[in-house]
């Protein structure tokens, strides 16, 4: 966001404009809000966010305990859906050892 709001500040500014327009519209409460940030961050990566979110959920009343069953979750369902995607893309592994499936990353 840093180089958005010095060389894009109006993008920057109706990014601000809709955190602004969520909260005031959010149908589910903060402490469930902070649990999908949480995750959300987690998958995305984004360390400030999942400090951010770590923290804001602990103060909307979220345990260190919850927090860990997030990440677990988290964790989980990274798993299953990497296994899926895995098995899905190798599904034909006899016909990529035939050499009967090629790929165009080998150039």
């Not at 149908?27 to 990566?45: N, P, V, W």
């Not at 050892?97 to 080998?106: T, V, W």
Request: hydrophobic share 45%; glycine share 6%; with cysteine.
């Amino acid at each position: 966001m840093r180089m958005l709001a010095e060389f894009f500040p109006e993008f920057a500014e109706l990014l601000d404009a809709m955190d602004d327009l969520y909260r005031e519209q959010r149908m589910i409460d903060e402490k469930t809000y902070q649990f999908i940030c949480f995750a959300l961050s987690i998958k995305g990566r984004s360390k400030p966010c999942v400090l951010k979110h770590f923290k804001g959920a602990l103060e909307a009343g979220a345990t260190v305990k919850e927090m860990a069953y997030i990440l677990a979750l988290v964790m989980r369902e990274a798993a299953g859906a990497d296994d899926c995607w895995t098995h899905d893309v190798v599904g034909d592994w006899k016909e990529i050892l035939a050499g009967n499936i090629s790929c165009d990353c080998q150039k």
